[in-house]
Nanobody
Framework: QVQVQESGGGLVQAGGSLRLSCTAS????????IAWFRQAPGKEREGLSC????????YYLDSVKGRFTISRDNTKKTIYLQVNSLKPEDTANYYC???????????????????RGQGTQVTVSS
């Protein structure tokens, strides 16, 4: 059974940082493109960032460019989302999703990913 898991969320003050991690069981994340999404209560889901299997292609939502960085460590089978300069409006449930496609592909659209986790909560206080 495939399970995708996120970790690293928490409560942080505005301006602070967190490193979110995405791991999985039942599949080898090395072979998957990964995307990070977030959803806050009453707001639409946002595709924040994605990274291809090789790591060569990366995408960032405009509102997080320069603050969020996606990376992957295939030796640890983990994908990270470093989130810096956090703002109260970044408060949301953050989750990752996986799809096995071509080496240089990734997408910020959730419907492209068949596997996703339950998320990790990020709360930013002002």
């Amino acid at each position: 059974q495939v399970q995708v898991q996120e970790s690293g969320g928490g409560l942080v003050q505005a301006g602070g940082s967190l490193r979110l991690s995405c791991t999985a069981s039942g599949l080898n994340l090395d072979d998957y493109a990964i995307a990070w999404f977030r959803q806050a209560p009453g707001k639409e889901r946002e595709g924040l960032s994605c990274i291809s299997r090789t790591g060569e292609k990366r995408y960032y939502l405009d509102s997080v460019k320069g603050r969020f960085t996606i990376s992957r460590d295939n030796t640890k089978k983990t994908i990270y989302l470093q989130v810096n300069s956090l703002k109260p409006e970044d408060t949301a449930n953050y989750y990752c999703a996986a799809d096995r496609r071509s080496l240089f592909w990734c997408s910020p659209k959730e419907y492209d990913y068949p596997y996703r986790g339950q998320g990790t909560q990020v709360t930013v206080s002002s």
